[in-house]
């Protein structure tokens, strides 16, 4: 197949890339490379993907629609979306910039889509969605109408406008919504990294809420996983469904368009204070603990219901949070040289 992949050098889409293209297929990369975190690192990611063949990659922001018209072209088998403004917290900085990313960058592809229709559309959301949602596990048909930053609020911005052109054009897509994603080649940004740095660079750790928070944990080989296992797990149209076979759970599947919502996350929720023990674990090094309040955006506890992924995949992620973080830890060391 011939897969476009957005984001390619960004943490999720780089490892996606190359697990597209460990299966033989040929993948085309898109990045805009912003500042927001160590553009290097990036260019490590995107590095090593131009090293493999069927991998082809561009330097291209999505809010620019001729350049990325011209590389769409004709369009593509399926397609992987997950270049987007992150960060829960910078959305509080900078709040523009989730709106020409998120936005406008995916309305660009959905208008391309619409023109060229590939058979999976395959979208990034997040768990942040959920927003005021005190019911836990979340599930996909849960509302989600209350998101407390404007980076959760643009993602799910994005989902209805993906149902939208979905039910407009027939594209069929599937939101896929991390929950808490972590592991080697990670985001600089997000706290395990930050955590990671702290303890071996002899720095205190800023912990919120006093350390009664909890997350739903997803190790990044499982998130890819998951990914790559909904490729074929195409959304039917709604005038065909009749004859298909249903998921014997609650779907998420629109009544009007082939468009779905699936959770990926590791159904199981762990403390804050002991994911800062895994980490202690695996640098052999003791946090210097800094407690501080909730911060504006945060919610005290994410949990994923994955009922959805299992019956759809036959998968839903594992990993134990204290191997993920051993992981990255030994990937973080080799990375950085300490």
């Known amino acids: 197949m011939r897969i476009l992949v957005t984001g390619s050098a960004g ?4 490892h996606m890339a190359r697990r597209l293209l460990a299966q033989g297929h040929d993948v085309l990369g898109i990045d805009g490379f912003t500042p927001y975190y160590d553009r290097n690192l990036k260019l490590r990611r ?3 993907l131009l090293e493999t063949p069927g991998f082809r990659g561009h330097e291209v922001m999505l809010e620019d629609f001729s350049a990325l018209a011209k590389i769409y072209g004709d369009g ?11 960060g829960v ?6 709040p523009r910039a989730y709106l020409d990313a998120n936005l406008n960058g995916t309305f660009n592809l959905l208008e391309l889509m619409r023109q060229a229709p590939p058979a999976h559309a395959l979208l990034a959301s997040t768990s942040s969605v959920y927003g005021a949602n005190a ?5 996909e048909t849960d509302k989600a109408d209350h998101p407390l930053t404007l980076y959760a609020a643009s993602k799910k911005a994005t989902e209805e406008m993906a149902h939208a052109y979905s039910h407009l054009f027939q594209i069929p897509v599937t939101m896929l919504r991390f929950f808490t994603v972590y592991g080697p080649w990670g985001r600089p940004d997000m706290a395990f990294f930050k955590f990671t740095a702290a303890l071996l660079e002899d720095r205190p750790i800023d912990i919120y809420n006093f350390g009664e928070m909890r997350r739903d944990f997803t190790y990044v080989e499982d998130l890819i996983e998951a990914m790559f296992r909904l490729l074929p797990c195409v959304p039917p149209a709604a005038d065909k469904r009749a004859g298909s076979s249903a998921p014997a759970v609650d779907d998420s599947l629109s009544p009007v368009a082939p468009w779905r919502v699936v959770n990926i996350g590791n159904e199981n929720t762990v403390g804050l204070m002991d994911f800062v023990a895994a980490i202690e674990a695996a640098t052999g090094v003791k946090a210097k603990r800094n407690f501080m309040a909730m911060q504006q955006g945060d919610v005290p506890v994410t949990f994923a ?3 959805l992924l299992r019956a759809l995949t036959g998968f839903a992620p594992k990993t134990p949070v204290q191997e993920g973080v051993k992981r990255f830890v030994l990937w973080y060391r080799d990375y950085f040289g300490n």
Do not use: W
């Open 11 to 14: 943490f999720i889409g780089f």
């Open 46 to 48: 995107h590095g090593i």
């Open 76 to 86: 593509f088998d399926a397609v992987y979306h997950f270049a987007a403004q992150a």
């Open 89 to 94: 917290r910078y959305s509080l900085e900078n």
């Open 135 to 139: 019911k836990i596990p979340f599930h």
């Open 305 to 307: 219901d994955t009922s």
